[in-house]
């Protein structure tokens, strides 16, 4: 303390000297943040490898392509309802009266450079962050990576979900074409189903009746910075939480609750989530170039009158669609006052299932009365109760998704319109009944051909990870320990 | 890697010409190429474990616990000497958090009878194609069906009207409604009464029409009464007359609120 410059302060002074930049620039932060303490840490963190943990990690990079892609769209689409007479370069709408947010759409399409590439590559990139979300749910579910103590990822994951459905709507919303018109105009009905404050919520949220004079300024300001901004805060939260909890993995030998196995994060586990980032844009990229979505210009501009025939909405959204679909008429009224049917298939039961969903880690604790961490993987044939709930949820979530095509399935198969939806109506409960009792049998059967006994707390085995396909599973040898 | 660069030229060669799909492939080379470059050098030239690192625990010892419990309280025993000051603080605090409700009220009308008159209120509206041109009745043949709306509010979001022309027998007026059409004409609501979507399709050979959204049927001569699907709700009828020159008018406004229901559409 009393020494004015102790021999240890004067070493970094020349190390400052470095001619090269790199290192300089390196120690001028450490001196200010103390990086590479944090770093050095960081640079060690292990993290297993399996394919199924990649699609967590599809969902990040497809979002990453949508804020990118998003952005340049801000630059050319101006969400405004007034209206314009087309004149631009796509002929076959000249004169048209359309609103300023589909003419600016039209002209990002045919007359900005690579606009018609950003916005296809935004449309699929929002594609395929929901499919990766929903996969990775799923694996997520399956494997039983919610127990503690990832109780609170798991829902901050499930908000993730909504929030990502929410504005993928948002979204497809924007363009006021004929197609986004009659979803917005569903959606609007679904609101105004809610009892008691339906007409109120309907008129705060669009700024009167429908189409509502506010509404696509509105949307737009909660696409792109609201929903993002809180979709950013979440998923960082998300991914904070995973490297504090330290990632889950398989059974295996070697690999036991307190361990975690697998590759550094410098250089090899970041190498490849790099290289993942650039295959998944390339792929969303590719698809924005060659294959058409959304074409709007052939949709055109929302009129309140007019008719769209065989249109299903985007993929996310079709379950409820084929819910509302296959809905009997039923309503129920009292005392004047209704709750009308679009309620019960669009409002309570996404309600009930996203609740189901974010009880489940607590629900299943309950049951089982296991409380404690856990941080290796279920296979899913050992949990044959939750997995023939999962088979169930999926096949659940299929009918319906199929459902929202009755109309194209009647004309296909020739069959009629009231046919087809009594086999959906049917097959709603059938289906997921049947299918989770086929799980559940195929598990038991896998685990007999396993010569395991369903046992509550299992040995990690020597056959993990079964579905490794980074050829000779890092398993196969015995883990060597970081030297710290 | 080498791919990469030749993919990067190639790229800024196109872009001169600006074409969707080249874009898209060329984008989808640079980009799958530096992928599968960065892939390839980890798989191959870089350490591959598996490492294994402790996961250490992730609660709080004992100790550590009662430790914050004790500062904590430490803490609070100071704000609690001070009890009016808090109460003050927390009355302050929770007034702003309901003065700062109050502006939602500004986001939109209340919803009142908005949602259950249309432009065709009061009556008298001559009845105009999209191009606002009027119509008599022969302009709409044996089974046709177009789409009108009260003279001055075409593509207003809930005035689209089907005007179909029946086959004579086809109708069976409901109570009260015997002079609601001309000669067969019969104007009913465009928007399904399950979701608002617009119910396009007519098979004049049942006398129904389909709605394309969800597959609600509705049997026109019966009064749009829905026979299938969701929707529980038969179609608003418009009552027709004709006026001094002989085109389609509207006596008055739809028998029930038009589209989607709500809790009290049944309060008309």
Known sequence: MATREPPAQRRPEHHLRDARPIPRAARWADRRLGTAKILRKALDKIFPDHWSFMLGEIALYAFVVLLGTGVFLTFFFKASPDTVTYAGSYHPLDGVTMSKAYESAIRLSFDVRAGLVMRQAHHWAALVFLAAITAHLFRVWFTGAYRRPREINWIVGLTLMLLALANGFLGYSLLDDQLSGSGLRIVYAVVLSIPLVGTWLTSLVFGGEFPGPDLLERFYVLHILIVPAVLVVLLTAHMAILVYHKHTQYPGPGRRDDNVVGERLWPTYMAKAGAFLFLTAAVVFLLGGVAQINPIWIFGPFRPGGVSAATQPDWYMGWLDGALRIMPGWEFRAFGYEIPNPFFPAVLMPGVLFTALYAAPFIEARFTGDHAEHHLLDRPRDRPVRTAIGVAALAFYLVLFMAASSDVVSARLGLSVNTVFWIFRISIFAVPLVSAFIANRLCLELQRRDGTTPARRRRPRRDQPSGDEHGPAPAAAEPQTVAD | ?268
């Open chain 2, 1 to 268: 890697v080498a791919s990469v660069v030749a993919s990067i030229a190639l790229f800024v060669l196109y872009l001169r010409g600006g074409q969707p799909q080249a874009e898209g492939v060329l984008l989808a080379v640079v980009l799958g190429g530096i992928g599968v470059g960065i892939a390839l050098w980890a798989n191959r030239f870089m350490p591959h474990g598996p490492f294994e690192e402790p996961r250490g625990q992730i609660g709080s010892s004992d100790a550590e616990v009662e430790a914050f419990v004790e500062d904590f309280e430490a803490g609070g025993e100071e704000i609690a000497r001070r009890g009016f000051l808090a109460k003050l603080f927390a009355g302050a605090v929770g007034f702003l958090g309901l003065a700062a409700l109050l502006p939602i009220r500004s986001l939109g009308p209340r919803p009142g009878r908005g949602l259950k008159v249309t432009p065709y209120e009061g009556g008298g509206k001559r009845l105009v194609r999209d191009d606002g041109t009027p119509v008599k009745p022969a302009d709409v043949g044996v089974d046709g069906v177009i789409t009108v709306w009260p003279e001055g509010n075409v593509n207003v979001a809930d005035a689209p009207t089907l005007l179909i022309h029946l086959r004579s027998g086809q109708n069976k007026p409901r109570e009260g409604r015997q002079d609601w059409l001309v000669d067969d004409l019969v104007a009913y609501s465009k928007l399904c009464s399950h979701m608002g979507c617009p119910v396009g399709l007519y098979q004049a050979q049942l006398g129904l029409l389909l709605c394309p959204c969800h597959q609600s049927t509705f049997d026109v001569g019966d009064g749009c009464r829905p026979i299938f699907g969701p929707a529980t709700r038969s179609l608003p009828q418009l009552p027709l007359a004709l006026d001094g020159q002989g085109y389609l008018i509207a006596t008055g406004d739809f028998s029930s609120p038009v589209s989607a229901g709500f809790w009290d559409s049944g309060k008309y």
